[in-house]
């Protein structure tokens, strides 16, 4: 069965940090590049970071870059992102997902999880 399961959203102050988990079934996890994705309220889900495979090559939205990191345990089909500096902008619901195909950024993804909520507080 396909299954993406976020965890580790919260609520945070200001310059806060946070590490969301995405535990994957073998299935939707082995060989393929992943991705985090968020929906602010009121906003469209937005492209936040993906990995691939291997973990060698990682992208970023401009809005994240240097202060969230993503990185991936391929024997524990887990991926993670690393939150740092957290601002209240980045107040959403935090959604992992797998690549089916494409490039990292623009690709097709399928087999999204429920997400996690993520709240910084000013």
């Known amino acids: 069965q396909v299954q993406l399961v976020e965890s580790g959203g919260g609520l945070v102050q200001t310059g806060g940090s946070l590490r969301l988990s995405c535990a994957a079934s073998r299935r939707t996890f082995s060989g393929y590049a992943m991705g985090w994705f968020r929906r602010a309220p009121g906003k469209e889900r937005s492209f936040v970071a993906a990995i691939n495979w291997s973990g060698t090559n990682t992208h970023y939205a401009d809005s994240v870059k240097g202060r969230f990191t993503i990185s991936r345990d391929n024997p524990k089909n887990t991926m993670y992102l690393q939150m740092n500096s957290l601002k209240p902008e980045d107040t959403a619901i935090y959604y992992c997902?797998?690549?089916?195909?494409?490039?990292?950024?623009?690709?097709?993804?399928?087999?999204w999880g429920q997400g996690t909520q993520v709240t910084v507080s000013s």
């Open positions: 997902a797998t690549l089916k195909s494409g490039a990292l950024v623009t690709g097709e993804y399928a087999y």
